[in-house]
């Protein structure tokens, strides 16, 4: 019988490479926590009528990923491609918009059924922060220097750059859009096989290609900025003023526009040369007129959405993970007999003094070689060996595994206080 594989692009996070994991989803927790944005957490599955009304029927995502099916219900159900939609509906359903702003942050997992690759995966997880119920460039700004101080945190300041555009308002597109397909029409037959098609469809992902050809046919093609209204001129200046204000080192690209139809005004990507193909490894923008397009008040918003695999690569790529980070113990407990009691009694005591304490409580039996050696693999400082003996006389046998040190026979009531002498402060505390 053959084994059951895992579905292609759909990957385990095994345990040597889940400390990274969780490394990032630390700093990265303390961080939004610390501008003061509350998490918020939702469903892997949505009506999919939800991500039509919100992505766009003609973009890419809806016509070619998404994963969708119909339950036994006969609804149409879809695993979120992305989680800006989801955010707004759950918002909504729930009443957290109504004359109130919102700073809202979630991580997990999103679906998208696209060839996998070296940073693009069916199953990928972000990220992602929104704000609600700022009509100015400040919450712009907030997010934009929020993810700079990411970057230092995590030593990627000089590996991303940040690449800025505003794409006005949905007057100013539509304006920008039959000027763009009439100058294109003309030369529709250079067009890469995808730019053909959006030309009918969503033109200005034309701007997005990376086709050579369509980049150099876009040189003399009309720009975004000469059709921007302006409101939307006047907020991205606001924007680049205090991007600049703050130090925060950017780059105008005309070109920039984002894959889905929501955005408006500002839209932005933090990219890096270091990853290949998938440079984006942040990216967002405003999104004003979602809410109301899903049934809402008119309201605000602007978000971004970070891409856990493509972070956890680059720190890996330019080797920036800590050499701290590791699945080794601190204590190893060796139960040497029909000790199984005690050996639970004292593993729970230590734990309840020291609750940083990474301890292992050897379960299964076996002698005291074979456990020594399984100790030794855990990379644990210390093993505590409790047999029978030790049992008998509230003793237990200290031996340090790494340092060369003696092993030492001591009453259990002062192996608390030993402990705190022989490990590192930190856990000791």
């Known amino acids: ?23 990032l989803e630390g700093k990265v927790t303390q961080l939004f926590a610390s501008y003061g944005y509350q998490n918020i957490r939702f469903p892997v599955l949505e009506q999919t009528e939800l991500f039509k009304r919100s992505i766009g029927e003609v973009t890419d995502i809806v016509e070619k990923e998404m994963y969708t099916f119909a339950d036994r219900n006969g609804d149409s159900l879809t695993l979120r491609p992305e989680g800006t939609a989801v955010c707004v509906r759950a918002c909504e359903q729930h009443g957290l918009l109504y004359n109130q702003t919102q700073k809202l942050w979630y991580m997990g997992p999103m679906f998208r059924h696209e060839r996998p690759q070296k940073g693009r995966l069916r199953q990928f997880h ?9 009509d100015g460039p400040d919450i712009d700004a907030e997010i934009l220097v929020l993810t700079a101080r990411l970057w230092q945190s995590l030593g990627l300041s000089d ?11 949905l007057e100013s597109r539509a304006n920008y859009k039959q000027a763009l397909v009439e100058h294109l029409s003309g030369v529709q037959d250079q067009l890469d096989e995808d730019s053909q098609r959006r030309l009918g469809t969503n033109p200005l992902r034309i701007l997005d290609s990376k086709n050579r050809n369509t980049q150099a046919l876009l040189k003399d093609a009309p720009q975004l900025a ?5 409101e939307s001129r006047s907020h991205f200046e606001g924007l680049c003023a205090l991007l600049d204000g703050m130090g925060i ?8 526009v984002r894959g889905l139809d929501y955005y408006n005004k500002t839209v932005f990507e933090w990219v890096t040369t270091h990853l290949g193909a998938q440079g984006t490894v942040c990216a967002g923008g405003r999104y004003d007129g ?16 970070m891409g856990v695999e493509r972070l956890v690569l680059l720190l890996q790529e330019l080797d920036l993970v800590p050499r701290g980070l590791d699945t080794s113990a601190d204590v190893y407990l060796v139960a040497a007999g029909d000790v199984q009691l005690p050996a639970l009694q004292l593993a729970e005591q230590i734990r309840s003094h020291y609750p940083q304490l990474r301890l292992i409580s050897h379960c299964g039996g076996g002698g005291i070689r074979s456990q020594m050696k399984k100790a030794d693999k855990t990379g644990a400082q210390l093993a505590l060996i409790l047999g029978e003996n030790e049992a008998s006389n509230q003793q237990v046998t200290v031996k340090p595994l790494r340092g060369g040190a003696e092993q030492e026979t001591i009453a259990q009531s002062d192996l608390l206080e030993r402990l705190g002498a022989l490990l590192n402060k930190e856990i000791a505390e």
């Open 226 to 230: 000469d059709y921007l209204d302006e």
């Open 126 to 134: 972000q990220f992602g922060v929104e704000a609600f119920g700022f």
């Open 1 to 23: 019988m053959s084994k059951i594989q895992s579905i292609r692009g759909m990957n385990d996070l095994l345990p040597g490479d889940a400390a990274v994991w969780q490394y």
């Open 249 to 256: 080192r950017y780059t105008v690209n005309p070109r920039l």
């Open 159 to 169: 590996a991303v750059t940040l690449e800025l555009n505003s794409i006005g308002s």
């Open 290 to 305: 979602l809410v109301a397009q899903l049934g809402g008040r008119s309201t605000s918003a602007v978000g971004f959405g």
